[in-house]
């Protein structure tokens, strides 16, 4: 088994993103704290955990349960390439758009898919003190990602 310390250090390594953000070798993660303090928070906070796990898990071919096609990869399935959540995608990118401007978002947009789904789930895992920096995409991305589940 290895140590927590080993698995942290390996995961860090490589997803240095979610230093600092999501995951620290001696605090909770931001997404449980405010998770826990908010309740109206809660359901959103552990659905972008849930997502984050997936997608630095390992990989497996899994299919979409919105429309059924074969996926390497559910996490840049569901966030960038699904057809079948095209509103839900919207309400994430025009809330994208209004908080990172015009630059941001097209800064964002130039990445691979992989590097678009890492950045979103970086940014509504930022935190200000006990709240989440950007709630309202954290809210569209947990709803836009709920699919995996529901
Ligand atoms: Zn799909």
Redesign the pocket.
């Known amino acids: 088994m290895p140590s927590k310390l080993k698995v942290f250090t390996e995961l860090i390594c490589a997803y240095p993103w979610l230093d600092d953000y999501i995951i620290d070798s001696s605090q909770c993660s931001n997404l449980l704290r405010v998770g826990k303090i908010q309740q109206n928070m809660k359901y959103t906070c552990q659905t972008i955990l849930k997502v984050i796990g997936k997608l630095i898990s390992n990989q497996y071919v899994s299919y ?1 349960k ?2 059924d ?1 074969k ?1 390497f990869n559910s996490v840049e ?2 966030i960038c ?5 095209d509103a839900h995608r919207n309400r994430v990118l025009d809330a994208v758009y209004d908080v990172k401007g015009h630059d941001g978002f097209m800064s964002m947009m130039s990445l691979n898919s992989v590097q678009q789904c890492e950045l979103l789930l970086q940014f509504v895992s930022e935190s200000e003190g006990d709240e989440l920096r950007y709630p309202c995409i954290a809210h569209t991305v947990a709803t836009l990602c709920s699919s995996m589940w529901d």
């Open positions: 979409c919105l429309c096609k996926t399935h569901v390439f699904c057809t079948n959540n």
